[in-house]
């Protein structure tokens, strides 16, 4: 990474790189902004001199955004930070509290009240799409698709895969 910088000499947008010589330089922009950011960043110190400092600062969680400093959300550009516009934050802010109604327990149920022929599909296309699910086994592959829960089936699945739902979950 130290080569890919200095031959670079300049920053992306995952990475800040700068002198250490005379000090610390202010980085509370920088910080927030790869606080902003969904995977974070990294924050590089005296790259030309012989001790080399990495930083390594994570993105908040979604409920924790937008990170501010000096009262101002901060992102990245491949040149740098930039202030966010209000539509950016709106976005940000739109993401915290994001409902998951059908992720919902429905207490009680199993797959047997599902549709086992839409069941049978399901299974059959999720093993199909991902390896990691080929070989597991019905229960397992429904519960890490989120149709099925501990102690129930979820909303969603009852929903999607239920041959009459409204029995269960009427409204």
Do not use: W
């Not at 990495?54 to 924790?64: H, K």
């Not at 516009?85 to 994001?98: G, H, K, Y």
């Amino acid at each position: 990474m130290l080569a890919e910088l200095r031959r670079r000499s300049g920053d992306s947008i995952a990475v800040e790189v700068e002198r250490a010589g005379d000090g610390v330089p202010r980085l509370a922009e920088t910080r927030c902004a790869f606080g902003n950011m969904p995977s974070g960043g990294a924050i590089v110190l005296g790259i030309s001199g012989s001790e080399v400092l990495v930083v390594t600062v994570a993105g908040l969680p979604a409920a924790d955004k937008p990170c501010r400093c000096r009262g101002k959300a901060y992102l990245r550009q491949a040149d740098g930070d930039y202030v966010m516009s209000e539509q950016e934050i709106a976005q940000l802010v739109a993401l915290q509290d994001r409902p998951q109604h059908d992720a919902a327990v429905i207490a009680g149920l199993s797959p047997a009240d599902l549709d086992g022929e839409l069941v049978e599909r399901f299974l059959d296309e999720a093993r199909a799409s991902s390896r990691s699910l080929a070989g597991r086994a019905d229960g397992e592959v429904l519960r890490l698709k989120g149709v099925a829960a501990p102690g129930g089936l979820t909303l969603a699945g009852l929903y999607s895969m239920g041959s009459y739902p409204q029995q269960f979950a009427p409204s």
